[in-house]
């Protein structure tokens, strides 16, 4: 039998509003897109860029009755003080040391796991607003000891 691919159905999303949560990090996707930042070649092309979107869902419900999402892009290297992914892992295990998140953690082993959060708005380097994490602390971190590979 023939399995038919189809576009998936449009859903209006809802920004998520300032505020206190309690978040599940629900899913780690690979992303690849143009890189912004980077000049364009001769023909107007940038560079892509590898990157990781960590996807986190609230508590609270929007006004469609879903969980509110929140988005945070990052790149692939812990380490830099200015990285998203060294920020987030920070505030992701307070209790792991710098030295073996930069050896290497198991992110997938974060997936399921519940935090606490604030979300502030704030403009990006394009100067839109966007809903910023301000602050994120583990709830019960199970399984913690074999989060480092």
């Known amino acids: 039998m023939a399995r038919i691919v189809t576009e998936a159905p449009q859903r209006e999303r809802h920004a998520i509003p300032a ?6 990090l629900s899913e780690i996707k690979d992303y ?3 890189n912004i930042y980077a000049e364009p070649d001769e023909d107007g092309n940038r560079p892509t860029k590898k990157q990781m979107i960590w996807i986190f869902k609230s508590d609270k419900k929007g ?13 692939l290297y ?13 505030f992701m ?3 792991v040391s710098h030295e073996d998140k930069r ?7 974060l997936v399921g796991q519940k935090f606490r959060g604030r979300i502030a708005w704030a403009p990006n380097k394009k100067g839109d607003p966007r809903p910023k994490l301000s602050f994120l602390e583990p709830i019960a971190a199970t399984g913690v000891d074999a989060i480092p590979t």
């Open 93 to 95: 295990l307070p209790d």
């Open 32 to 34: 690849e897109g143009e």
């Open 63 to 75: 006004p469609d009755g879903e969980p509110y999402e929140f988005a945070q892009f990052t790149g």
């Open 103 to 109: 050896r290497g953690v198991d992110v997938e082993a």
């Open 19 to 24: 505020g206190s949560y309690t978040f599940t």
């Open 78 to 90: 812990y380490g830099d003080e200015r990285a998203n992914l060294t920020s987030l892992l920070d």
